[in-house]
């Protein structure tokens, strides 16, 4: 008796006589390439060197695009934006110890952002792996060590024939909700050996769902249908779940009020009429969310930024559904649900009753204006200016990344992404140099639609290798510089703690002329054009800078207060 899945596994005789005479001239890097490509990749990221050269002589014989960067940092976090724009696993090819240190940073925040990317890098030949001191260049005792506290999985491969099912394990880890970054790393001596192992086609790593518990959301949409005061806080797991449309519903049917963390920037239209955007670190939207008798957090673990600094505390019954589970309750005792946002709202969605509420709308706009009248207070006209002129000249469907910058600050709170996906920034691990790179790799993602990178001068100088990178691929990527002259907020932090500021004042060179240096276009601008210029720069194909000298202040925090 032969069963369907027994015809499934058997060979066409087009495979058979693939496998039976696979092409010469491979070796254990096209196994590597081979699976990427069985697996769905179309674009690859990274850096060459000495032990991984086998993995990159390889690309030249794969349909795979390689998009190659100048610091394997900047590669990560390039890695890091096609992960988040696709919703696939982004592959970083890099080399052994320095190289594959050097991604650290990016990794970090590719883990703490839920960005899937899969790293493969090279290792001191097979017999220099255990720890042994042999003396091989670039030898670490534990090299996958390093990364075991940053990404989500680490696989060691030791023989060709491991490397499919390695990698596609690994893929699937990056896929599995919560995303993420894993750790492929394999010997330089296997992957420069001539293979005998046929070409990689049968190769699959579906991701494994994670639903809720049913029983867990029958009691949540209980206590959300019977709530008087809901409200939502939407972090960047509904972002990566593709949940804000299940989200908008769910808002509606309860007429509950929903503020979105840095992370969870576009999870809800802003200009809704139940939408507290984004002023989470503002003590009026921390109020008003003590104030509810239920609160719904999904996809957000609550941390520093979420619950201004650590100063939030709920009064009510709150149900938390977050995908990772060393954050769920890890700041807050809750309704647990362990799970992907989309399968819980979509479960909730399905058990909840409609509630009435005609005065949540009005109790929004209360907030709103407070807190509108709180920064109005402060005089930050030109910070407000120039985020709204970044606003008009960016179009509606442009993604923006964010580099750890006053400016980036500000628009956690005050910036509408216009949508989903859209906005993006290092705010989970919180390092320098994240902007631009990761617009090239978002850029790379869809070549079609402009893409706006946002630093200040000091993290510009993270990255500026990377115009190179810009001009070589030709990426449609503009860069707006905000050149304070320094390390802007450090400087703000350390005058408010000390009294004066150390080591936050920066020579930087003329970026204009820098870009220029690398055949692209830069221009200074000032406040009052900055609209024009920078929306001119977007409307033009390939890669540009724009360069805005300014000091600029952050609105008064209210976690200090009292």
Same mark, same amino acid.
């Given at each position: 008796?032969?069963?369907?899945?027994?015809?499934?596994?058997?060979?066409?005789?087009?495979?058979?006589?693939?496998?039976?005479?696979?092409?010469?001239?491979?070796?254990?890097?096209?196994?590597?390439?081979?699976?990427?490509?069985?697996?769905?990749?179309?674009?690859?990221?990274?850096?060459?060197?000495?032990?991984?050269?086998?993995?990159?002589?390889?690309?030249?014989?794969?349909?795979?695009?390689?998009?190659?960067?100048?610091?394997?940092?900047?590669?990560?976090?390039?890695?890091?934006?096609?992960?988040?724009?696709?919703?696939?696993?982004?592959?970083?090819?890099?080399?052994?110890?320095p190289?594959?240190?050097?991604?650290l940073?990016?990794?970090?925040e590719?883990?703490?952002?839920?960005?899937?990317?899969?790293?493969?890098?090279?290792?001191?030949?097979?017999?220099g792996?255990?720890?042994?001191?042999?003396?091989?260049?670039?030898?670490l005792?534990?090299?996958?060590?390093?990364?075991?506290?940053?990404?989500?999985?680490?696989?060691?491969?030791?023989?060709?024939?491991?490397?499919?099912?390695?990698?596609?394990?690994?893929?699937?880890?990056?896929?599995?909700?919560?995303?993420?970054?894993?750790?492929?790393e394999?010997?330089?001596?296997?992957?420069?050996?001539?293979?005998?192992?046929?070409?990689v086609?049968?190769?699959?790593?579906?991701?494994?769902?994670?639903?809720?518990?049913?029983?867990?959301?029958?009691?949540?949409?209980? $206590?959300?249908?019977? @709530? !008087? /005061?809901? &409200?939502?806080?939407?972090?960047?797991?509904?972002?990566?779940?593709? #949940? =804000?449309?299940?989200?908008?519903?769910?808002?509606?049917?309860?007429?509950?009020?929903?503020?979105?963390?840095?992370?969870?920037?576009?999870?809800?239209?802003?200009?809704?009429?139940?939408?507290?955007?984004?002023?989470?670190?503002?003590?009026?939207?921390?109020?008003?969310?003590?104030?509810?008798?239920?609160?719904?957090?999904?996809?957000?673990?609550?941390?520093?930024?979420?619950?201004?600094?650590?100063?939030?505390?709920?009064?009510?019954?709150?149900?938390?559904?977050?995908?990772?589970?060393?954050?769920?309750?890890?700041?807050?005792?809750?309704?647990?649900?362990?799970?992907?946002?989309?399968?819980?709202?979509?479960?909730?969605?399905?058990?909840?009753?409609?509630?009435?509420?005609?005065?949540?709308?009005?109790?929004?706009?209360?907030? $709103?204006?407070k807190? @509108? !009248? /709180?920064? &109005?207070?402060?005089?930050?006209?030109?910070?407000?200016?120039?985020? #709204? =002129?970044?606003?008009?000249?960016?179009?509606?469907?442009?993604?923006?990344?964010?580099?750890?910058?006053?400016?980036?600050?500000?628009?956690?709170?005050a910036?509408?992404?216009k949508?989903?996906?859209?906005?993006?920034?290092?705010?989970g691990?919180?390092?320098?140099?994240y902007?631009?790179?990761?617009?090239?790799?978002?850029?790379?993602?869809?070549?079609?639609?402009?893409?706006?990178?946002?630093?200040?001068?000091?993290?510009a100088?993270?990255?500026?290798?990377?115009?190179?990178?810009?001009?070589?691929?030709?990426?449609?990527?503009?860069?707006?510089?905000?050149?304070?002259?320094?390390?802007?907020?450090?400087?703000?932090?350390?005058t408010?703690?000390?009294?004066?500021?150390?080591?936050t004042?920066?020579?930087?060179?003329?970026?204009?002329?820098?870009?220029?240096?690398?055949?692209?276009?830069?221009?200074?601008?000032?406040?009052?054009?900055?609209?024009?210029?920078?929306?001119?720069?977007?409307?033009?194909?390939?890669?540009?800078?724009?360069?805005?000298?300014?000091?600029?202040r952050?609105?008064?925090?209210?976690?200090?207060?009292?």
């Open positions: 008796m032969t069963h369907d899945h027994d015809l499934e596994l058997r060979p066409t005789a087009a495979q058979t006589e693939a496998a039976l005479n696979p092409p010469p001239g491979r070796v254990g890097g096209d196994l590597v390439v081979e699976t990427l490509a069985g697996l769905g990749a179309t674009t690859v990221f990274g850096l060459p060197g000495q032990h991984a050269l086998g993995m990159f002589d390889a690309l030249r014989r794969s349909s795979l695009q390689y998009i190659g960067l100048r610091v394997e940092n900047n590669a990560g976090f390039a890695a890091d934006a096609y992960g988040r724009m696709t919703g696939e696993a982004a592959p970083l090819l890099l080399s052994t110890g190289g594959a240190l050097t991604s940073a990016a990794l970090q590719a883990r703490a952002a839920s960005a899937p990317v899969v790293a493969i890098s090279s290792q001191v030949p097979t017999p792996l255990g720890g042994g001191r042999h003396g091989y260049l670039h030898e005792p534990d090299q996958a060590g390093s990364f075991r506290g940053v990404v989500k999985s680490v696989h060691t491969v030791r023989t060709q024939s491991q490397i499919p099912s390695a990698i596609a394990e690994a893929w699937k880890s990056a896929l599995t909700a919560p995303h993420g970054p894993v750790w492929v394999i010997p330089q001596d296997v992957l420069l050996a001539e293979t005998i192992i046929p070409v086609t049968g190769v699959d790593a579906t991701p494994e769902d994670l639903p809720p518990r049913p029983e867990l959301t029958a009691v949540a949409a209980d $206590l959300l249908s019977r @709530a !008087e /005061r809901p &409200a939502i806080i939407a972090g960047g797991g509904v972002v990566r779940a593709d #949940a =804000s449309g299940k989200l908008q519903q769910l808002a509606e049917v309860l007429r509950a009020p929903v503020v979105t963390t840095p992370g969870g920037k576009g999870a809800f239209p802003w200009k809704h009429p139940l939408s507290l955007q984004s002023w989470i670190e503002d003590r009026h939207t921390t109020d008003f969310l003590e104030d509810a008798d239920v609160l719904l957090v999904v996809g957000s673990g609550l941390g520093e930024l979420s619950s201004n600094y650590h100063t939030f505390k709920p009064r009510g019954r709150v149900v938390q559904i977050e995908a990772d589970l060393g954050k769920l309750e890890s700041n807050h005792p809750a309704l647990g649900i362990h799970a992907d946002a989309r399968l819980a709202l979509q479960a909730l969605l399905e058990t909840v009753s409609q509630r009435q509420d005609k005065e949540a709308p009005e109790r929004v706009r209360e907030v $709103l204006a807190v @509108a !009248e /709180r920064i &109005a207070s402060q005089e930050l006209t030109l910070e407000q200016h120039v985020l #709204a =002129s970044v606003r008009k000249a960016l179009p509606a469907d442009s993604p923006s990344f964010w580099d750890m910058t006053i400016l980036a600050y500000w628009a956690w709170s910036f509408d992404a949508g989903p996906n859209r906005m993006h920034s290092a705010q691990a919180g390092g320098l140099g902007g631009f790179p990761a617009a090239l790799g978002a850029a790379a993602a869809d070549p079609t639609t402009p893409v706006l990178a946002v630093s200040g001068d000091g993290g100088l993270y990255s500026v290798a990377e115009l190179a990178t810009a001009r070589q691929y030709d990426l449609n990527v503009t860069w707006l510089i905000v050149d304070d002259g320094g390390y802007g907020i450090l400087r703000e932090y350390m408010d703690a000390f009294g004066q500021a150390t080591a004042e920066l020579t930087r060179p003329d970026y204009v002329a820098l870009a220029e240096s690398f055949g692209v276009p830069g221009v200074r601008t000032t406040p009052e054009t900055l609209e024009t210029d920078l929306a001119r720069a977007l409307s033009q194909s390939g890669p540009s800078v724009v360069v805005l000298p300014a000091v600029l952050m609105f008064a925090p209210t976690h200090l207060d009292g």
